[in-house]
C-alpha cells in the first residue's frame, strides 16, 4: 500500500467511526440514557480513533494505528446496535426495521472491540511488532481466543441484548455450555491481558533510546489509568459519592481513560518534544497537592463540623480551612517537589540542584586541582553515569584532566583533535567546551547500554558544558604554563649537558690535537739547539719543521676557537661568518641576507651554530647539490633558513636527532621558535626565528 493510499484510508475509515458514533448520540438522546456518560464515552474512542488514524496515516507501516482504529469502529457499531435496540424495542417500537439484528451486534460487538483494545495495544507497542519470536504462538492465542468469544457470544441464546431482545441465532440446546465457555474465555483474555502488559514491561526492561522513552509514555498512562479505577473502586465500597457518581468522577475519568490515547499519540508521533520524566513529576506533585488540600478539608470542615456544629457545613470551618491551605501550600508543595524528584530521579540531584551546586564551585576559591575533580563528581551523580570525565585541550590534543569516580577504568592518556575539532571520545556521550567560540576541552559520561541519557540529562550536559568555559580556560593556562615550564627545565637540562659535551670535546682536541703539538714543538726546539754545533744542516731543517708545525699549530687553535665563538662573527657579523663556512661546505651554498645587521652577541651565536648544524645534516643526509641560506630582519626578530634540494624525509615519522634538538633547544633559550618542513623527494627547510628586542637589541 502506498503512502498516499493509506493516508486516505486511514482518514477515511475515521470519519466512517465518527458517522457511526455521531448516529449513536442521536439515538442516545432520543432514548434519554444519560447523554453526559455517553459522550464522555464517545470522547474517549473517537480520541483512540483520531490518535488511531494520524499513526497509520503518517506510519502506515506501524500496526498500532491500524488496530487502534480497527477496535475503535467495532466500539462504534456495538454503541449504535445498542442504541437502535433500545429506541426500536422501548423509546419507539418498531421504528427500525431490523433492530432485533441490530441488538444482536451490540451484544458482542463489545467483546470484538474491548478485547483487542486490552492485549494488541500493548503487545507489539511502540514498533508495531510482537517483543521476539517467541511471543508468536501467544499473539495467535490472543487472536483465536477473541475470534473463539466472539462467535460464541454471537451463537449464545443467554446472550444479553439491549431492549430485551432474543439472539436470533442463539442455539439452545447448548445454552449452558456456551455460557460456561464465554465465562472460561473472558477469564483467559484478562490473564492474556496481564500477560500482554507483562510483555510490555520486559520490553522496557532490555529496550534502550528513543523505544524506552515511548513505553514509558503508554506506562505513565496506564499507572494513571489503574490508580483512578482503584480509587473508584474504594469509593463504591466506601460509599464516597464524589468518587463514583458525581460530575467530578465523571470528569476523571474522561481523563484517565484519555490518558492511553493521548499517551500512545505522543509517545509515537512526538515524544522527542516532551520529557515524560518531568510529566511524571508533575503529576506526582499535583497528586500529592491534591491529596493535602482534601485532607485538611475533611478533617477541618468534616470532622470538626461534626463534633462542634449541628450541620457539616461547620460555619466559619470553610474560611479556617482554605487559611490552613494557604499558609500550608508553599512548604507543602516544596516537599512535594523533593517526594516527586526522589521517586523519579533516586537519590540524585535534580538539574537544577547540579547547575547551583556548580555555579557555588566556580564562585569558591578552589585550586584547579580541585575544581576539575568536583565538576567531574557533579557531571556523574547528576546524570547517575557509571563514569564522567572532563578532558582538556592541550596543544592539538584533548587530555584527561579530572575522572568520576577516581577508581573507574583509565583511558588513553590523549585524543589528538581533528581538523581543530573535538574527536571521538569514550563514553556515552560526550559535548566540546567551548569560550568564545575556542575549543577548550570536553565533558563525557558514559552509562549502560539500557539506561540511555533522557532528554533533561542532555539538556544538564549541555548547561554544564556552557558553564565549564572559563574553568577550562582558566584550567588549560595552568597545564599550558606546566608543560612549557616542564619543556623549559628538559631543554635546560639539555643544554647544560651539551655544554658539558662540548667541554670535554674540547678538553679532548686540547689534549690530543694542540697539546701534542705544542709537545712535539718543544721537542724539536730542543733538537735544533742540539744540532747547531755539531750538524748545521740538520739544525736548519729543523727550523724549517718548527716554522710548517707552528702554522698547523696556530690553524688547530685556530679552529677550535672559531668553535667556541668564531671571532669573524664577532668582528663582520652573520652574514661574513656564514659566508665563511659556506666557502667550506661540501655542497655549493649561498647565503642571501635580507637587511641584517648586528644583534646581540648570544643571538647571532645562536643563529650561526644552528645554521652550521643545518648544513652538516645536509653535508652527512641530506644528498643535495644546492644549499641556501636566508637572514631576514622582521625589525622585532631575526629569522633564518636553510634550505636544500636534497631527498628530504617525513618529519612525523622520522624521530628528531640530536643535532635538530639542540637547535630547537638554542632557539628555546632566547624564547625563539624552530620549525623542520620536509617531504620525501621535495628536499627539507630548516627554520627558525629569535626576538632580538627581547634578547636586549636596542
Known amino acids: 500500500m502506498t503512502v498516499v493510499a493509506a493516508r486516505r484510508l486511514a482518514w477515511g475509515l475515521l470519519f466512517l467511526a465518527i458517522a457511526i458514533a455521531t448516529a449513536g448520540m442521536v439515538l442516545v438522546v432520543l432514548n434519554d440514557s444519560g447523554a453526559l456518560e455517553q459522550s464522555v464515552f464517545v ?12 499513526i497509520a496515516s503518517r506510519r502506515p507501516e506501524n500496526a498500532i494505528g491500524w ?14 446496535g445498542e442504541g437502535a435496540a433500545i429506541y426500536s424495542f422501548e423509546t419507539n417500537p418498531g421504528a427500525i426495521p431490523g433492530a432485533r439484528w441490530l441488538a444482536w451486534v451490540g451484544g458482542w460487538g463489545w467483546a470484538a472491540g474491548i478485547g483487542p483494545m486490552i492485549t494488541f ?22 487472536g483465536v481466543l477473541i475470534v473463539a468469544l466472539v462467535v460464541l457470544a454471537a451463537v449464545d441464546p443467554n446472550l444479553e441484548m439491549p431492549g430485551g431482545a432474543s439472539n436470533p441465532l442463539g442455539i439452545e440446546a447448548s445454552g449452558q455450555g456456551i455460557e460456561a465457555a464465554v465465562g472460561i474465555g473472558f477469564l483467559l483474555l484478562v490473564v492474556f491481558a496481564v500477560a500482554s502488559v507483562a510483555s510490555l514491561i520486559a520490553r522496557y526492561r532490555r529496550s534502550v533510546g528513543d523505544e524506552r522513552e515511548q513505553i514509558k ?11 483512578w479505577i482503584a480509587l473508584q473502586t474504594i469509593g463504591t465500597g466506601a460509599g464516597i459519592p464524589w468518587l463514583v457518581d458525581s460530575f467530578a468522577a465523571t470528569a476523571l475519568s474522561a481523563l484517565a481513560f484519555l490518558a492511553i490515547p493521548l499517551a500512545v499519540g505522543i509517545a509515537m508521533l512526538r515524544h522527542r518534544f516532551y520529557d515524560v520524566n518531568l510529566v511524571i513529576r508533575k503529576t506526582v506533585v499535583v497528586a500529592l497537592l491534591v491529596a493535602f488540600i482534601s485532607l ?67 564562585s569558591g576559591t578552589y585550586a584547579t586541582e580541585d575544581l576539575l575533580p568536583r565538576m567531574a563528581r557533579i557531571l556523574g551523580e547528576g546524570t547517575r553515569a557509571q563514569r564522567a570525565e572532563v578532558w582538556l585541550r592541550v596543544g592539538d590534543s584533548l587530555r584527561p584532566a579530572a575522572a568520576w569516580p577516581s577508581g573507574a577504568e583509565s583511558t588513553p592518556t590523549a585524543a589528538p583533535l581533528v581538523d581543530g575539532e573535538m574527536p571521538p571520545l569514550n563514553g556515552s556521550r560526550a559535548l566540546p567546551v567551548r569560550h568564545e567560540g575556542e575549543l577548550l576541552g570536553a565533558i563525557s559520561v558514559t552509562k549502560p547500554p539500557s539506561e540511555p541519557l533522557s532528554h533533561e540529562e542532555e539538556q544538564l550536559l549541555e548547561h554544564l558544558a556552557a558553564q565549564a568555559g572559563l574553568v577550562l580556560r582558566n584550567a588549560g593556562l595552568t597545564e599550558e604554563l606546566r608543560a612549557r615550564l616542564d619543556e623549559l627545565q628538559a631543554s635546560r637540562q639539555r643544554i647544560v649537558a651539551a655544554q658539558d659535551q662540548e667541554r670535554r670535546r674540547l678538553e679532548r682536541d686540547l689534549h690530543d690535537g694542540a697539546q701534542q703539538q705544542l709537545v712535539a714543538l718543544a721537542v724539536k726546539q730542543r733538537m735544533a739547539e742540539m744540532f747547531v754545533g755539531k750538524d748545521p744542516e740538520r739544525a736548519v731543517a729543523l ?3 718548527l716554522q710548517a708545525d707552528t702554522a698547523a699549530a696556530l690553524d688547530n687553535l685556530r679552529d677550535l676557537a672559531r668553535g667556541i665563538y668564531p671571532p669573524l662573527l664577532a668582528d663582520k657579523g ?18 642571501v641576507p635580507d637587511g641584517v645587521g648586528r644583534y646581540p652577541q648570544e643571538a647571532e651565536a645562536a643563529v650561526y651554530f644552528c645554521c652550521l648544524e643545518a648544513l652538516q645534516n645536509v653535508g652527512k643526509y641530506a644528498e643535495a647539490s644546492n644549499v641556501v641560506v636566508t637572514l631576514h630582519d622582521e625589525g622585532d626578530a631575526l629569522t633564518f633558513a636553510v634550505q636544500d634540494d636534497g631527498r628530504g624525509f617525513d618529519p612525523s615519522s622520522a624521530p628528531p636527532g640530536s643535532g635538530m634538538q639542540n637547535m630547537k633547544d638554542r632557539l628555546a633559550a632566547l624564547g625563539g621558535t624552530f620549525e623542520v618542513r620536509s617531504s620525501p623527494g621535495d628536499g627539507t627547510t630548516i627554520q627558525g626565528r629569535i626576538p632580538v628586542r627581547a634578547a636586549g637589541s636596542g
Open 43 to 54: 470522547l474517549i474512542f473517537m480520541a483512540m480513533a483520531l490518535v488511531g488514524a494520524l
Open 67 to 80: 488496530l487502534m482504529i480497527g477496535f475503535t469502529l467495532m466500539i462504534a457499531m456495538a454503541f449504535v
Open 121 to 142: 495495544l500493548f503487545l507489539p507497542f511502540p514498533d508495531g511488532h510482537l517483543p521476539s519470536r517467541r511471543w508468536r504462538p501467544f499473539g495467535w492465542a490472543i
Open 217 to 227: 509514555w503508554l506506562m505513565f498512562a496506564g499507572g494513571l489509568l489503574a490508580i
Open 296 to 362: 485538611v478539608y475533611i478533617a477541618i470542615v468534616v470532622g470538626l463540623g461534626a463534633a462542634f456544629f449541628s450541620t457539616s457545613s461547620g460555619g466559619p470551618l470553610p474560611i479556617i480551612a482554605a487559611v490552613v491551605i494557604a499558609l500550608a501550600f508553599q512548604p507543602v508543595r516544596a516537599r512535594a517537589n523533593r517526594l516527586a524528584n526522589r521517586l523519579i530521579l533516586g537519590e540524585r540531584a535534580t538539574p537544577y540542584e547540579v547547575l547551583s551546586a556548580f555555579s557555588e564551585r566556580l
Open 543 to 545: 727550523l724549517s719543521e
Open 574 to 591: 652573520l652574514p661574513a661568518a656564514l659566508e665563511a663556512q659556506a666557502s667550506k661546505a661540501a655542497v655549493s651554498t649561498r647565503v
